[in-house]
């Protein structure tokens, strides 16, 4: 009896656990493993080709038809002069540039984050050279103060003298910014839009040169070979600070996207103004002689100077861009930057002369003197370059 009542013991115990056991042995399902999040640094680099608006120069260097009267020759508003450099002249040619972009997502879903860029374009230089023996007639005008009249002043005339004249005036631009970005509609009409808040600074540096050199002819009251060289320079540096608002759409179809960008940046610009002259009389057998002042730039209004100006930076872009891979995007696009409320040497130049300080005390009105007109500027252009998330 006990040994039959142990086995049906047994056998139930077994039976009860036999579902467990089975249930153990039983695969189970494989688990995927979560997605990694979404990236949160981004990195870009670009190349830039844009052009930008050229400096509104005075006319600096005029000519006259042989046969001219010295008292007439290169002097603006007489029959026959012709203007041969001066804004029409000044570059505004295509360069090349880089831009850096890198920002930081706070959160998986990239509602809000930070962004930051920098960018230079190369150096670019309006440039002008005008030598002649007598023939043709080269002339810097002005505006006389003892007549109150349109003048000149020789450079090259026949039987007078030879010379030549050499201007350049290169400019640089240079940028940065950083910005706070928020989602603010994930499914609108133009894609998710964000707004964009956050600091820009801009550096605009222009270096007006001029160099003219005269030797003096048997017609002229110096002696023969006497050589008169003047150099005037007008250097700017144009520094904006400002706030920075505005609004980014993107719009996305499978790996391709079209990003756009609208931004107003307001601050003041601070200008900077440096204004320098020398002029070098050497006559044949004596040692040459230096003194301060050129043509343009003479005792009265040589010196440095500073004046601020409310501006005011307008920004639009637009990108078209395709998703390579998870981590790699190229794009392609187009910006335009407009900038008011600065000043280049264009608006320092103060064309109104008395002549008497050149190679000599002042005998009469203080002119030239110190300018700060402003005036403003733009560049443009296209811009082609690649992202990586990590």
């Known amino acids: 009896m006990r040994p039959m009542c142990l086995t049906a013991i047994v056998g139930l115990v077994a039976f009860s656990l036999e579902p467990a056991a089975a249930a153990d042995l039983k695969p189970k399902p494989f688990l995927k493993a979560p997605p990694p999040p979404p990236s949160a640094f981004w990195i870009g680099a670009e190349y830039l080709l844009w052009s930008s608006k050229n400096d509104r120069l005075p006319p600096l260097?005029?000519?006259?038809?042989?046969?001219?009267?010295?008292?007439?020759?290169?002097?603006?508003?007489?029959?026959?002069?012709?203007?041969?450099?001066?804004?029409?002249?000044?570059d505004d040619r295509w360069?090349?540039?880089?831009?850096?972009?890198?920002?930081?997502?706070?959160?998986?879903?990239?509602?809000?984050?930070?962004?930051?860029?920098?960018?230079?374009?190369?150096?670019?230089?309006?440039?002008?050279?005008?030598?002649?023996?007598?023939t043709p007639i080269l002339a810097e005008p002005f505006v006389n103060t003892a007549t109150g009249a349109q003048d000149s002043i020789m450079v090259a005339f026949p039987g007078l003298?030879?010379?030549?004249?050499?201007?350049?005036?290169?400019?640089?631009?240079?940028?940065?910014?950083?910005?706070?970005?928020?989602?603010?509609?994930?499914?609108?009409?133009?894609?998710?839009?964000?707004?964009?808040?956050?600091?820009?600074?801009?550096?605009?540096?222009?270096n007006l040169t001029i160099d003219s050199t005269e030797v003096a002819g048997p017609a002229s009251v110096e002696p023969?070979?006497?050589?008169?060289?003047?150099?005037?320079?007008?250097?700017?540096?144009?520094?904006f600070h400002g706030v920075d608002l505005g609004l980014r759409g993107d719009i996305r179809s499978g790996p391709w996207s079209f990003i756009w960008t609208t931004k107003l940046a307001l601050g003041v610009t601070i200008s900077d103004i440096d204004i320098n002259g020398a002029a070098t009389t050497i006559v044949p057998g004596a040692v040459p002689v230096t003194t301060a002042g050129g043509v343009y730039a003479l005792a009265t209004n040589i010196g440095s100077f500073s004046s601020s100006h409310?501006?005011?930076?307008?920004?639009?872009?637009?990108e078209v861009g395709y998703q390579v891979n998870a981590d790699i995007r190229v794009f392609a696009g187009y910006s335009l930057l407009y900038w008011t409320g600065l000043v280049r040497p264009g608006g320092a130049i103060d064309t109104t002369i008395n002549p008497t300080q050149i190679g000599g005390p002042l005998a009469g009105p203080a002119q030239p003197q110190p300018q700060s007109n402003s005036t403003d500027y733009w560049a443009q252009g296209l811009n082609i370059g690649a992202t990586y998330r990590f």
Do not use: K, M
């Open 61 to 90: 260097v005029t000519t006259s038809p042989p046969g001219t009267p010295q008292n007439l020759a290169g002097v603006l508003g007489t029959p026959g002069t012709t203007v041969l450099f001066s804004n029409d002249s000044a």
């Open 95 to 134: 360069r090349s540039g880089a831009r850096v972009r890198a920002g930081y997502w706070f959160d998986p879903q990239h509602s809000s984050g930070i962004e930051a860029n920098v960018f230079i374009l190369d150096r670019s230089s309006a440039g002008f050279v005008a030598s002649s023996g007598g």
């Open 161 to 206: 003298s030879s010379g030549s004249i050499t201007i350049s005036d290169p400019s640089r631009l240079f940028g940065a910014g950083a910005d706070y970005r928020l989602e603010l509609c994930r499914s609108c009409a133009l894609g998710s839009v964000s707004g964009l808040v956050g600091y820009r600074f801009l550096w605009l540096r222009d």
């Open 224 to 239: 023969v070979g006497t050589i008169f060289a003047a150099e005037d320079q007008f250097a700017t540096n144009n520094f």
């Open 310 to 318: 409310f501006a005011a930076v307008p920004e639009v872009a637009v």
